[in-house]
């Protein structure tokens, strides 16, 4: 039988030695026909399941479920799907910004053959800016159609825009100790709401302007107040694994999987089914497997598991693919860094905090904390970083450091505008959007 100390240990166990840190980078990106800029379905001539196939001649295996292909894996990379059918690149662990730049380049050139193959386009955006919601399948995995569709829909809020309309990139650390752990958690959880304004790339939706610079991270806002945002205790010196495993232990699990059935568990926390208070599940037959589902079904802006994930950003271009684990690199990956990071989060009360992300999903880093424009912040931010990319001295192959990937952040501070407000510029004229131009300079 599970006891608390065996959800504790699978934290502790993910302690690395300071000499083996990785980085790894997830992405996510919509596939659409090029003659209507519609998401593809999951099956046809034309649809995901033929994009996965693809896939298979470069080495990639199937992973099903039942009938369907869900997933691909290749060494330790997997490519995965988002219940919108959003095409998600999950990164191997790797040692250099550099080299996680070189992995999202080799799989960007395999989806430019896709691109003539199909005549398909891939987006890097935040929100899907034309489909309504009844427009987009559910891709068919069970976790999706039998549990969280349901689920969501209970719930009210926004949860069925962010399972199909909303699309991220998210760059993921590892720790040392517990105590290492806790400065990082700390420092990216306060930090978040900076990262979400750099990164604010979702001004559009049903072919309107939602009001929004990060309209991803609004319908965040509302989803799933049990298992997202930015919890306080996250925020504080006191953080401990046990604390986390606490707070995890009481949020509702959504499934239990037996022999490919899913067994809904959503009216249970993982501390019921310990206490067996689900008749459908015997606390006996509970595996470490069980708790690790049910943790990856947490979506906190920083999330933790035997690594630290940083989910606060929106999808975007290439450019900001390769920023993103360059900017948390230099802060989390050198003490020096680390500990100037925390002098400033310190400094931020946890009602400013919420205040400011509420704002920066509205009017990006225009929006201010403790009296500074959050580009002021941002570029102090992005300083440190740079110290702690320097301080690596990890060198590609034309003598370059890692701060070559920040130069996209550079050039958005120096101009004081997000992606977003970029977008909306460029391509709303005359309360309209100019579709064509919008995805064909915006895609990949």
């Known amino acids: 039988m599970l006891k608390k100390s ?14 083996n840190l990785k980085i790894g980078t997830e992405h996510e ?29 470069y080495g990639w295996k199937s992973i099903f479920e039942g009938e369907n292909v869900i997933a691909l894996t290749k060494d330790k990379a997997s490519i995965t799907l988002e219940p919108g059918g ?43 800016p034309i489909n309504t919601l009844d427009q987009i399948q559910t891709v068919p995995k069970k976790r999706y159609s039998e549990i969280m569709v349901p689920y969501m829909r209970d719930l009210g809020g926004l949860g069925l825009e962010m399972m199909h309309q909303s699309a991220t990139v998210q760059a993921n650390f590892d720790f040392t100790s517990e105590k290492d752990m806790q400065k990082k958690v700390n420092v990216s959880s306060v930090l978040q709401p900076l990262v979400t304004g750099l990164f604010a790339n979702s001004p559009f939706k049903n ?14 806002f509302n989803t799933d107040p049990d298992r997202s945002g930015i919890p306080k205790f996250l925020t504080q010196g006191t953080l401990s694994f046990e604390e986390y495993v ?18 809904n568990c959503t009216q ?47 999808a975007g271009g290439y450019k900001s693919l390769c920023a993103l684990p360059a900017l948390w690199t230099g802060i989390l990956y050198c003490n020096d860094s680390l500990d100037e990071a925390l002098k400033i989060t310190s400094g931020i009360t946890f009602e400013d905090l919420l205040n400011f992300r509420k704002e920066v999903c509205k009017i990006g880093l225009n929006a201010e904390l403790n009296g500074y424009k959050g580009w002021q ?8 970083s740079k110290n702690g990319l320097k301080q690596r001295k990890k060198i590609n192959s034309f003598g370059d450091d890692e701060n070559i990937h920040l130069s996209f952040l550079e050039e958005l501070i120096s101009h004081k505008k997000s992606n977003a407000a970029l977008m909306i510029e460029k391509y709303y004229k005359n309360e309209k959007i100019n579709i064509e131009l919008l995805f064909n300079e915006q895609s990949f």
């Not at 926390?269 to 947490?298: G, M, R, V, Y």
């Open 29 to 57: 990106k919509f596939i659409f026909h090029r003659n209507n800029y519609k998401v593809i379905p999951f099956k046809g001539d034309v649809s995901v399941t033929r994009i996965l196939e693809f896939f298979n001649g």
């Open 377 to 384: 912040l941002a570029k102090e931010v992005i300083e440190i």
């Open 246 to 263: 606490d707070f995890a232990l009481n949020v509702p699990v959504y499934s239990i999987i037996r022999d490919n059935k899913y067994f």
């Open 6 to 19: 065996d959800l504790v240990n699978y934290f502790i166990s993910g302690c690395k030695s300071s000499d």
């Open 86 to 128: 959003q095409f998600e690149l999950s990164g191997a662990p790797l040692n250099t910004v550099h080299e996680t730049c070189i992995e999202i380049n080799n799989h960007l050139e395999i989806t430019k053959e896709l691109e003539d193959k199909f005549d398909v386009g891939f987006l890097g955006i935040g929100f899907y």
């Open 207 to 220: 072919s309107k302007l939602n009001g929004y610079e990060s309209y991803r991270n609004h319908v965040w």
């Open 268 to 314: 249970y926390s993982f501390a019921d089914l310990i206490e067996n208070k689900n008749p459908e599940i015997n606390s006996e037959d509970l595996t470490l497997d069980d708790w690790i589902n049910h943790i990856s079904t947490i979506f906190t802006e920083v999330r933790l598991k035997s690594f630290i994930e940083m989910r606060g950003a929106d």
